[in-house]
């Protein structure tokens, strides 16, 4: 207890019981550290550095200038954008009725808190394979829910052991919960893994969340598949969908997830209750977005695919320091970093087989002024790994291998 | 100067536009309303083309005053940039005698302000048109609800009058355009008075099955997708096809 002015001011943590254990991501605690330097160059936040595309920002003004964006939408977002997401989606060979079985949520992040607040009651237990996206397992906590980590397989290219899910799975699991293409390890799932997952999930009740925000970055012709598209298993994937990667749009919060009607149904009412609805300036870009013709943004994801050769290409210079598997997709690389780098580094970042990445992450920023992510932050099998995001200019991506390659020298 | 080459454009397209389709007269199938427009047009081309006849149809946002004249045309849009629409300026005269012109035009109209349709029917006079629905969508452009139903009366009223019109019987004031006409008017929809009409639908893993009552025979079908607004397509189909034999 504290006293101000005469008035007690109880700063009692216990008082802030479903927030205590919640913490700050860990990729945004990096990027405040790196504000201190001023030659930094980031490669920790998943951001493209491309400016959301022109015609999406006509869009936007026009609807600006007919003075349709003040108001709120529906709670399940703009009719309009509905119908287009449910024309997009049909493309792709997934069937969702507009009306019902389609939400426009603020970002992908939303739509995750509301689905599992809506299908999760607090002590249920959620599967992630990790190492994956740092947020799922705080939106987890929040529901008052236990995350349960599977690790992901390395040596299989960070692929899935259907094995290791069955183990996880007990009385208290609700619900398997996977990002495909995967950040950070930008793996796509093969049909074959997802398919026993969903028989898993079929033997055990269970729903599977599939957060898709990668989907249209898929490099060498790789083959992409999603359980949505499976009429079968509609009543048990909730697919989940942000403009913010694929279309530079980060800052616009807007995203979207489908399911069948009974599903959307419950999940709306915590949207409801969360955002009334997303925003109404973002859903008219989003209908930008998906009025764009997909050659238009053909140059976006070929820019990022020659990203994606120089870092692999870089990274295999600095085959002393780091290991790593080429990512399919995304825009990250997860290598996992030497012992060997121990004289660089220090000696105390070694434990056992594996580097410290969060010590390691802190020195490579003090050293180089390098930001990047500790694999520790995606997961407990992400430790001895660091996140390096292609999605920054090719300029910063050639600089900080510069600087790299000046500190790990041979 | 960007609206002037944007009038210039607009005007030299409709030009060309009508030139096109009275060298060809192809029958246009209209399809208008503030919902379900993409999703009719789909069912309409794919039950003609069932039927061995060639169609073109606009894509989903192709119905306006310079998209329509494109789709008719079959030309690319340029966009915002000046030099993307040289190779739709000067093309656009060949398209007048244009071999394999389909027979079949099925076209969706966009109105989001009053006077949107009028333009738009300067270009093409339906043989067929449908009304999907009319809901508050896009009512931010019309002073009242009143005006916004006045661009599908004129569409309505500019029919050819040996042509149909297609109206949803479950919407009220897409009903009501269809009161006093002496051209010949269809009324799809759940509603008992419709033909065709929808008995009964149930949902089921792969879409839907309905029934459907059309000229006093009951028929079940499988529908593999969710949602009303895909049987009303679907009845939309189902009437277009038997329509357009009395062409």
Redo the contacts between chains.
């Keep these: 207890m504290e006293s101000f002015l005469g008035l007690t001011i109880c700063s009692d943590i216990s008082m802030f019981e479903r927030t205590k254990n919640i913490k700050l991501s860990v990729i945004k605690q990096i990027e405040l550290e790196a504000s201190k330097y001023p030659d930094a160059v980031s490669l920790a936040q998943g951001i493209p550095d491309f400016d959301t595309p022109?015609?999406i920002k006509?869009r936007v003004e026009r609807a600006l200038k007919?003075?349709?964006v003040a108001k709120y939408s529906l709670s399940p977002g703009l009719?309009?954008l509905r119908?287009?997401i449910?024309?997009s989606l049909e493309k792709e060979g997934m069937?969702?009725?507009?009306?019902?079985?389609i939400l426009v949520t603020a970002g992908s992040i939303e739509g995750i808190t509301a689905t599992i607040m809506a299908i999760t009651s607090p002590g249920d237990e959620v599967i992630i394979p990790e190492p994956t996206y740092t947020s799922y397992r705080e939106v987890i906590n929040l529901a008052g829910c236990k995350p349960v980590f599977v690790p992901l397989d390395e040596e299989k290219g960070w692929g899935f052991d259907i094995e290791r899910y069955r183990e996880a799975v007990t009385e208290k699991t609700k619900a398997i919960f996977y990002c495909n293409p995967n950040n950070p390890t930008g793996t796509i799932y093969t049909k074959k893994q997802l398919m026993d997952l969903a028989r898993l999930a079929e033997d055990n009740n269970l729903f599977l969340i599939s957060d898709e925000v990668y989907k249209d970055f898929i490099y060498d012709e790789k083959e992409f598949f999603s359980l949505a598209s499976i009429?079968?298993l509609?009543k048990r994937v909730i697919r989940i969908f942000s403009f913010s990667k694929a279309f530079a749009m980060t800052g616009w919060r807007v995203g979207y997830l489908h399911s069948d009607?009974e599903n959307v149904r419950e999940i709306t009412k915590v949207h409801d209750s969360l955002v009334t609805c997303a925003p109404v300036i973002s859903q008219y870009a989003a209908m930008g977005a998906l009025?764009i013709e997909k050659e238009k943004m053909k140059k976006f994801f070929e820019d990022y695919k020659k990203r994606r050769d120089v870092m692999c290409s870089r990274l295999e210079n600095l085959s002393h320091v780091f290991d790593f598997v080429r990512p399919d997709s995304a825009y990250y690389v997860f290598p996992r970093i030497s012992s060997r780098v121990a004289e660089v580094v220090g000696k105390d970042l070694i434990k056992g087989d594996l580097v410290d990445s969060w010590g390691f992450a802190f020195r490579l920023l003090e050293k180089a002024q390098i930001a990047t992510v500790p694999g520790t932050a995606f997961g407990p099998n992400g430790e001895g790994h660091i996140r390096m995001s292609f999605g920054r200019r090719r300029e910063d991506i050639e600089e900080s291998f510069d600087r790299m390659e000046n500190i790990f020298k041979t | 100067m960007k609206c002037f080459a944007k009038f210039l454009l607009k005007h030299y397209l409709r030009v060309i536009t009508k030139l096109t389709l009275l060298v060809h007269r192809p029958v246009v199938i209209a399809v208008a309303g503030s919902t379900n427009k993409n999703f009719a047009k789909k069912e309409i081309k794919r039950r003609l083309e069932e039927e061995g006849l060639t169609v073109r149809a606009n894509p989903k946002n192709f119905n306006t005053e310079i998209g329509l004249p494109l789709a008719i045309l079959h030309l690319p849009s340029g966009y915002n940039e000046y030099k993307a629409w040289l190779p739709a300026i000067f093309t656009s005269p060949l398209r007048i005698f244009q071999r394999n012109f389909p027979r079949f035009l099925v076209l969706g109209l966009g109105t989001s302000d009053e006077g949107d349709m009028s333009y738009l029917l300067s270009i093409v006079k339906p043989h067929i048109s449908v009304v999907t629905d009319i809901t508050q969508r896009y009512k931010e452009g019309f002073s009242d609800m009143n005006n916004l139903v006045d661009e599908y009366r004129l569409l309505a009223d500019r029919t050819r009058n040996n042509g149909v019109l297609l109206l949803n019987a479950d919407n009220y004031r897409v009903k009501r355009i269809g009161d006093n006409r002496k051209k010949k008017v269809v009324y799809y929809g759940f509603n008992k008075k419709a033909d065709p009409c929808i008995v009964g639908a149930q949902k089921n893993e792969k879409g839907q099955r309905a029934k459907i009552r059309h000229r006093e025979k009951e028929e079940n079908f499988q529908i593999n997708r969710f949602g009303r607004h895909h049987l009303y397509a679907f009845l939309i189909g189902v009437a277009v096809k038997e329509e357009v034999k009395s062409l």
Excluded: H, S
């Design positions: 022109d015609f006509r007919r003075g349709v009719p309009e119908e287009l449910e024309e069937y969702y009725d507009w009306e019902k079985e009429p079968e509609r009607e009025e």
